[in-house]
């Protein structure tokens, strides 16, 4: 027999959208609209078509599209409102209130009875989990039984920046889908649109100075747009270039270069978790790479060496793996160059 829960038995939450924000406000709406990210909106839309799904596994840098992919796509599953509301839960898996809070909730959403009106519509619902990375490992073996319990009525889209962080379990239930960095010319072309659409000036090198500065984090680069837009509209031109400055703190990256050869493993510990809560990705290394340029700690006999270090590097947090593991391999394995 079915289980079937009153709605208002328990209220479940569902994650608050800010309509007023930019990053709301030009949320693409459609798969179509995301750009750069091809191989999993071809995948999303043959599923629409054949309105059968795996459990799906999203990951990638900040700001690349993957909340935003899989919005869009449950909006065109489910394109009447009130049946969105029914069949789609999306919530943050590092809730407050802990894995059991999680369980009960995923639990009650996907053993209600789903309304059986919506004709040409798959039976599943779906549970967009963000932030998957976010949880400790004894959360995410709980998360790996919650999935099995709740497969029958329920597909599940676990979305995080950090593959490696995940229980292989977990991920080995998925099909896995790795979103790109965007190129900087589409973020740059993004926000002179949403510049357009608000009425707000900003010169093609603004722009792109806000792309460095934001990592390749387009949501960040829209909300400090957003955040600026009022500002800028007063500021005089040395106002204007000073808001435009990087966000990595460059008196971070001097600390590197001063103290790398004399620190001790435990301050390079410290020094690395410092950095990566500070910075979001790759563009950190290369602006690194350039000061232990100009500061001559990189010569003509470590370039080689230094340089097949920051590229393994990058390419190992573009596939996924975790940044802060990867700036300590770094600066431990420049330490020994030096
Ligand atoms: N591939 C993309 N195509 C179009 N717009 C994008 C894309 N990626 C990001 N954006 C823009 O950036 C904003 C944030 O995107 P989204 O929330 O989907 O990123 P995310 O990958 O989920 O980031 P996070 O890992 O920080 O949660 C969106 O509102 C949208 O304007
Ligand atoms: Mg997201």
């Given amino acids: 027999m079915v289980e079937c829960f009153r709605a208002d038995l328990m209220e479940v939450d569902f994650v608050e959208r800010n309509g007023d924000t930019w990053t709301e406000k030009y949320r693409p709406k459609d798969l179509a609209s995301i750009s750069h990210q091809e191989e999993v909106v071809a995948m999303l839309q043959n599923a629409l078509k054949g309105k059968d799904l795996p459990h799906l596994l999203f990951y990638g840098p900040p700001g690349t599209g993957k909340t935003s992919a899989a919005l869009a796509f449950c909006h065109e599953l489910f394109p009447s409102k009130a049946v969105f509301k029914d069949r789609v839960l999306e919530m943050n898996a590092s809730d407050d209130r802990g894995i059991a809070a999680v369980r009960e909730k995923i639990t009650f959403f996907s053993r209600r009875a789903v309304s059986t009106a919506a004709k040409n519509m798959p039976s599943f619902k779906i549970i967009i989990l963000d932030e998957v990375d976010a949880m400790t490992k004894v959360a995410q073996s709980a998360m790996r039984r919650i999935i099995e319990d709740c497969s029958g009525t329920t597909r599940f889209i676990l979305i995080c920046n950090y593959v490696s ?9 998925c099909a896995k889908f790795r979103f790109k960095p965007l190129p900087k010319e589409a973020q740059a072309e993004r926000l002179h649109t949403i510049c357009e659409n608000e009425n707000t000036k900003v010169s093609v090198d603004e722009l792109h100075a806000l792309v460095e500065r934001s990592e390749g ?11 600026m837009a009022p500002i800028l509209q007063h500021a005089n031109a040395d106002e204007r270039a000073e808001y435009f400055l990087p966000s990595y703190n460059p008196q971070l990256v001097e600390t590197i270069v001063r103290s790398i050869k004399k620190s001790k493993t435990s301050e390079i510990i410290d020094l690395s978790k410092r950095v990566s809560k500070e910075c979001s990705g790759v563009n950190f290394f290369k602006v690194l790479f350039d000061q232990l340029l100009d500061e001559d700690v990189i010569n003509n006999k470590n370039i080689g060496q230094i340089g097949k270090l920051v590229s393994l590097c990058e390419k190992r947090i573009l596939d996924g793996c975790d940044l802060q593991r990867n700036l300590l391999d770094f600066m431990l394995n420049l330490r020994t160059t030096l």
Avoid: W
């Fill in 165 to 173: 962080r995940l229980f292989a379990p977990i991920v080995s239930r």
């Fill in 217 to 227: 984090d387009l949501r960040r680069a829209v909300g400090s747009l957003q955040a």
